[in-house]
């Protein structure tokens, strides 16, 4: 469980990163996979920070798989928002609202139900068939990101955020499925192509759309459909007579990383708030601010070129001459 909970915080802490050094590359084509956007965020040094966590995280999350049973990594991993939420208030200076501050006790309340009801995980290793869905899934995710750009702006975000979820789901089920070094395992392969086309996707929703709305449909994807594969294929269960505990606590705990969704990206601190003119022209043409000191977007630079403070749409009409004056 140790595991677990310090892969949580490794994510949580890696999404403050990602999210800005996304936000913070060139705009692409705007189609749903864009594979060179992830090139220009690597040029962002946060970027590569945030690798560098979520390799850390991985590496425990691998521990956590191999000792605990699916749908409580899952949870655990879920978790990471209110991580997220907590390093946005402390070292940003984001204002959490009283409900967010109640989401995340209920996340930890969740956990602890979760660490109490566990059981051993399950010792099946998974039907050949189940192996060779798992890569049929990985190859989907992909095919899920395309089919993302050519759906409309809000539809975009939630279907790329669901697929980055369920890349995230497919290397969840991978790391249990693993038994040794075998290049003829189709598992490997599976574990490969849904953890790349979910950092991808992910990496796309979070500079084209909500980033709550992706977020959430991450938090569905990861957590939901490893959980359901965990208890029904692989054999995990709960000690005895606490199962109601345990499904109480996984569903506490997501609901309230849904809650904290929008922590997906840190907003920008209050004491760094602009004029309400300015913040409307990058909003009508699309940009974002950085967060803090942080930078803009192409979008946002082109807004305030177009737009004057004054108005947020435009230029502002030409000044009246006094008839008294020259």
């Not at 946060?46 to 995280?57: E, F, K, S, T, V």
């Not at 996340?107 to 010792?123: D, I, P, Q, R």
């Not at 497919?170 to 574990?191: K, M, N, S």
């Not at 969704?261 to 601010?289: C, I, K, V, W």
Request: glycine share 16%; net charge neutral; aromatic share 6%.
């Amino acid at each position: 469980m140790i595991c677990a909970l310090a892969s949580s915080v490794c994510f949580g802490a890696a999404s403050v990163f990602q999210a800005m050094a996304a936000r913070a590359a060139e705009p692409g084509t705007g189609s749903g996979v864009d594979v060179a956007l992830m090139w220009r965020a690597l040029r962002q040094w946060r970027y590569i920070a945030g690798l560098g966590m979520d390799g850390l995280g991985f590496v425990l999350q691998i521990v956590a798989l191999r000792t605990l049973p699916i749908y409580v990594v899952g949870a655990a991993l879920a978790a990471s928002l209110a991580v997220t939420a907590v390093i946005a208030s402390r070292v940003l200076k984001v204002r959490l609202k009283r409900v967010e501050w109640t989401a995340v006790a209920v996340v930890c309340a969740g956990l602890t139900m979760l660490a109490v009801a566990s059981g051993k995980e399950g010792h099946r290793d998974g039907s050949e068939a189940l192996r060779w869905a798992l890569l049929a899934v990985s190859f989907g995710v992909l095919l899920l990101g395309v089919v993302a750009g050519r759906l409309p702006p809000r539809s975009r975000a939630l279907v790329l955020g669901l697929g980055a979820g369920f890349g995230f789901g497919v290397v969840e089920v991978a790391v249990r499925l693993i038994d040794g070094i075998d290049l003829t395992d189709p598992v490997w392969y599976a574990l490969l192509v849904g953890g790349g086309a979910a950092f991808l996707l992910l990496t796309s929703a979070l500079q084209r759309g909500s980033v709550t709305t992706a977020t959430a449909g991450a938090v569905l994807g990861e957590t939901i459909g490893p959980a359901i594969v965990g208890v029904v294929w692989l054999g995990d269960r709960t000690r005895e007579g606490l199962g109601w505990l345990a499904v109480t606590g996984f569903a506490i705990a997501v609901a309230g990383s849904l809650t904290l969704a929008r922590f997906g990206e840190p907003p920008a601190p209050a004491d760094a708030a602009e004029p309400a003119g300015n913040a409307a022209a990058r909003l009508d043409a699309g940009g974002t601010g950085g967060t803090g000191g942080g930078t803009e977007s192409g979008a946002g630079d082109r807004a305030g070129d177009r737009a004057a403070p004054g108005s947020g749409r435009g230029p502002d009409p030409a000044p009246e001459r006094n008839p008294g004056t020259p």
